[in-house]
C-alpha cells in the first residue's frame, strides 16, 4: 500500500484543531482527557474512525489533502467527539446519538454531522450495478462477491425487493 504524505502544516493544523477542542472539552467536563493518537492510516470512502478501546483517532490521508482545511474543521471534532462520549458515557451509546450530538454541538461548539460531503472519486473503489424495482444501486466489492458467493442479500430501503446483479 502506498502511503500518502502528509506536509508538516497540515499534521500541525490536525494537532492544534484536537488540542483546542479537548482542551475545551476537559475543561467544561471537568476532566482531563489524554491527548488520544493520531495517525493517518484510514483507508477508502471514510474520513475517520475512532477507535474508542485505543484511544487513538485514524484519519483519511487523501480526503485530509484534498479538502485540507474543512476536513480539519469537521473531522477531526467529529472523530474526537466519539472518544469524548466513550469515555464520558461508556460503551453503551449509539455513536450518533444524542450524547454524541451533545458533545459535539454543547460541548466542542463545532455542528453534529453524521458523514462528510466531501467528493470521494479519487478513493472510491470499484462499483458494481444491481437493480431492484424502483431504482440502481451500486455494491462494493466487497458487497458483490459477498452475493456472488452466495454469503448475503440485499435489499433496497425504499421498496424492499432483492437487488439483482444488473448483467450486460
Not at 453524521?114 to 466487497?142: E, G, M, N
Request: with cysteine.
Amino acid at each position: 500500500m502506498k502511503s500518502t504524505r502528509i506536509p508538516i502544516a497540515l499534521q500541525q493544523a490536525v494537532m492544534r484543531c484536537m488540542r483546542e477542542k479537548l482542551q475545551l472539552a476537559n475543561q467544561k467536563l471537568n476532566a482531563s482527557y489524554p491527548e488520544p493518537e493520531i495517525n493517518y492510516q484510514q483507508r477508502g470512502t471514510s474520513a475517520g474512525t475512532a477507535y474508542l478501546q485505543y484511544w487513538q483517532i485514524r484519519l483519511n490521508p487523501v480526503l485530509l489533502l484534498e479538502n485540507q482545511q474543512p476536513f480539519v474543521d469537521e473531522v477531526v471534532p467529529h472523530e474526537l467527539a466519539h472518544l469524548l462520549v466513550y469515555r464520558h458515557f461508556g460503551a453503551a451509546v449509539p455513536p450518533h446519538g444524542k450524547e454524541w450530538r451533545w458533545m459535539m454541538e454543547s460541548v466542542l461548539g463545532v455542528p453534529a454531522s453524521r458523514t462528510h460531503q466531501f467528493t470521494v472519486a479519487s478513493v472510491q473503489s470499484k462499483t458494481y450495478p444491481y437493480i431492484c424495482q424502483c431504482r440502481d444501486h451500486q455494491l462494493t466489492v466487497r458487497r458483490h462477491n459477498k452475493v456472488m458467493r452466495k454469503e448475503a442479500e440485499y435489499r433496497c430501503s425504499y421498496c424492499k425487493t432483492l437487488l439483482r446483479f444488473k448483467t450486460g
